[in-house]
């Protein structure tokens, strides 16, 4: 399966964006999937999951109710809504597995600053 992420960009903090994940080539809607970000200098961490059905979503405390997870199992595409941006949200962002099952796509990049 591949995966390219889109929707990033520079944003001013308060700002939003929509970020989208569209798999290709293999099954997609059985799987937990994750989005994940890596901020310059820190390592790589899961930010919000959401399960194959979407009835289930989970989230790093720092973005709770600030990025809501979603799907279209039928369009093959992950979809993180991001409100409220902060400087802090500043990261490349990237989706996979909730266990990074597939290859990594190129990520896309967030840049939150006045």
């Known amino acids: 399966v591949q995966l390219v992420e889109s929707g990033g960009g520079l944003v001013e903090p308060g700002g939003s964006l929509r970020l989208s994940c569209a798999a290709s080539g293999g099954t997609f809607s059985s799987y937990y999937m994750s989005w994940y970000r890596q901020a310059p200098g820190k390592g790589r961490e899961s930010v919000a999951s959401?399960?194959?059905?979407?009835?289930?979503?989970y989230y790093e405390d720092s973005v709770k109710a600030r990025f809501p997870i979603s799907r279209d199992n039928v369009l093959n595409t992950v979809y993180l809504q991001m409100n409220s941006l902060k400087p802090e949200d500043t990261a490349v962002y990237y989706c996979?597995?909730?266990?990074?099952?597939?290859?990594w796509g190129q990520g896309t990049q967030v840049t939150v600053s006045s």
């Open positions: 996979n597995t909730i266990n990074s099952r597939f290859s």
């Open positions: 959401i399960a194959p059905s979407g009835r289930y979503r």
